[in-house]
Structure formats: C-alpha cells, structure tokens
C-alpha cells in the first residue's frame, strides 16, 4: 500500500500531461500526442514539478507502463508480423550490436576513459540502455560513479536522437515501416526511446521498431557472458587471460542475466494471438490500452530528462555519448542499405 502511495504523486502529472497532449493534439495533429506528451513534460519536469517526490511515480510511468504496453502489443500481432524481419533483420541487429560494442569501447579508450566505464556505454549504447549496465555492471565490478554517469550519458544521447532519427528516416526512406523502424529499433538505447521515437511516425513503425528492440534485448543475454570473460585490467588486453590472486583463486564471476518478463509475455500473447482464438474487440481493446499507456509513459520521459544532468557530466563526457550516438547512426544506414 505504501508503494502505490509514493507513486501516484508521480503518476497523476504524467496521466495529466498524457490527456492534455491528447486534446492538444486534435488542434495540431501533425504534431501528434506523443512530441507534444514529451515536451510538456521536459518543461514541466525542469520547472514547477522538478521535485524528488515525484521521481517514483514518474519512473513507473516510464518503465512499468511501457512494459504493459508492450505485453498487449502482442495481443494485435501474429507470429507472422514478428517473421517479417526476417534473418536478415536478425543478421542486422547482429552485426549492429557487435560493431556498437566495440566501436564505443574504442571510442572511449582513445578519449582517455577507463577500460570498465567504456564497456558499460558499449552495453547500454548497444543493447537495452540501462537495463543494459545494471547487467553487466556487477559482472564488471564497476564503481557506482562510473555506472551513473554511463545511464545519464546514454539516456540523454537516446533522448537527442530519439527526435532525429524520424526525421532521418524521412528523408532517406519516407517513412518506409521497415526501413525506418530498423533504424529507429536499431540504435535507440532504450525500449522507451524506440517507442517515443516511432510514434512520431505511426503505429505500424511502433510495432515492427518493438520486433527489432526486442531481438535487440534477447541478445543480452549472449553480451552478458562475453563481457564475463573480459580482462578489465587497464593493464592486459581486452580478452587476455586475468592473473588470479591467492585470494580469488578458484572462484568465478557469477552471470546473472534473464530474459525481462514482459519479453517472454510479449511471445506468449503473441502466439495466443496467432491462433484466432482471441475476438476482435479484445486486440482492438488491448491496442488502445496500450497506446495510451505509451502516451502516459512518454510524458514521463519528458519529465526524467534534465537540463542539470547535461551540465553536470561536462564537455567530454557528452562528446563520447554524440560520437557514439553518430557511429551508431551511420552504421545502421549504412546496413540497412546493404541488408535491406
């Protein structure tokens, strides 16, 4: 009861900020819900309801409501649509995740940042944002500073090309579904940025940007084991084999690493859904759920992005998260072209 408490002071201003961006929207509609759910929310979330009070609920908003939304999503498609990717988009997301790795670990190292805080902008960079260095971080043993500033570095660097990945897309591929929901799905850190990102363009990109995000997510798993058999000796070579002490001798760094949950509930309505046991009015229903839950959660990404955080991680910092953000960019063109 305590916890449902400390989140609806959080929650009420992201449903408030949702509906407003709702109505606001049928004046404006090339505007669309979502760009105005998030602007709202950045301006209200620098000024009058900047307050810790509210972080809780706005995190829920944020995460627990996009994982929802996710899951319903899967009660409007059949395992048909999420084949539409096909190897090739595997073979995609395969490949755009390897280089992401290593390009941002190399990158990192030749601005001069430690070994262990460029291997955690490489997983949240190329995987799943966040969640991606809450992962690997023990399997690091990074430092709780390193972990913080790589979430902020790559949270902001999502929130920046969140907004200019469409408008890329529109240019290079006029909103074509798989095109551009390869490249939003494919370089967007986290699964809130993928979907805040394809809803300025339409649902059907929404939904096939999700397919590629979460292809993206599962890889998690395979990134988690290979980073436990990094050497992070800044010292030794990456791969080298790590000297063991007295002390450490004949024990080993445990992986913990599953699959999220509204993942493997994503799959499992989706395969319900393929068998047409499910009515109409149910898919439609759970589509417009999960819409405005999306809604909702945009308003509170618009409020979790501060102005402070920017200034407060300096020049070099946000120099590694743009040349990340751009490589990340260019690789995924430059793939979708060949692959596609």
């Known amino acids: 009861m305590s916890s449902i408490l400390e989140i609806i002071p959080g929650f009420i201003p992201c449903l408030l900020i949702a509906l407003a961006a709702e109505y606001l929207s049928s004046f404006v509609p090339a505007l669309g819900a979502a760009l105005i759910a998030i602007a709202i929310g950045i301006i209200c979330g620098n000024t009058f309801l900047n307050k810790d009070a509210l972080n809780k609920g706005t995190k829920f908003s944020e995460s627990r409501l996009l994982e929802y939304s996710i899951i319903l999503t899967g009660l409007t498609l059949h395992l048909s649509d999420i084949a539409g990717v096909r190897l090739r988009g595997i073979l995609f997301i395969a490949i755009q995740l390897s280089v992401t790795i290593f390009g941002t670990y190399l990158i990192g190292k030749r601005l001069g940042f430690g070994k262990k805080f460029c291997l955690l902008m490489s997983a949240g960079n190329a995987v799943c944002g966040s969640s991606a260095i809450g992962t690997v971080s023990p399997i690091l043993k990074a430092d709780s500073k390193d972990k913080g500033i790589s979430i902020t570095i ?187």
């Open 154 to 340: 790559v949270n902001v660097t999502g929130t920046f090309l969140m907004v200019l990945l469409p408008l890329i897309a529109g240019i290079l591929y006029h909103h074509e579904t798989i095109h551009t929901s390869g490249l939003i799905g494919g370089v967007l850190q986290s699964i809130g940025q993928v979907i805040a990102s394809a809803k300025f363009v339409n649902d059907d990109v929404v939904q096939m940007s999700t397919i590629f995000k979460i292809i993206r997510i599962i890889f998690l798993v395979l990134v988690a084991l290979t980073f436990s058999r990094m050497n992070t000796s800044e010292e030794d070579p990456l791969f080298a084999k790590a000297a063991c002490s007295s002390e450490n001798a004949g024990k080993k760094t445990r992986v913990s690493c599953k699959v999220p949950w509204f993942i493997i509930g994503f799959f499992l309505f989706t395969i319900i859904n393929s068998t047409g046991v499910v009515p109409l009015p149910i898919s439609h229903t759970a589509k417009f759920i999960s819409s405005q839950f999306e809604i909702i959660a945009l308003a509170a990404i618009g409020m979790r992005v501060k102005f402070r955080d920017l200034l407060r991680e300096g020049p070099k910092a946000m120099l590694y998260g743009g040349c990340v953000g751009l490589m990340q960019t260019v690789l995924a063109v430059t793939l979708i072209g060949v692959l596609f």
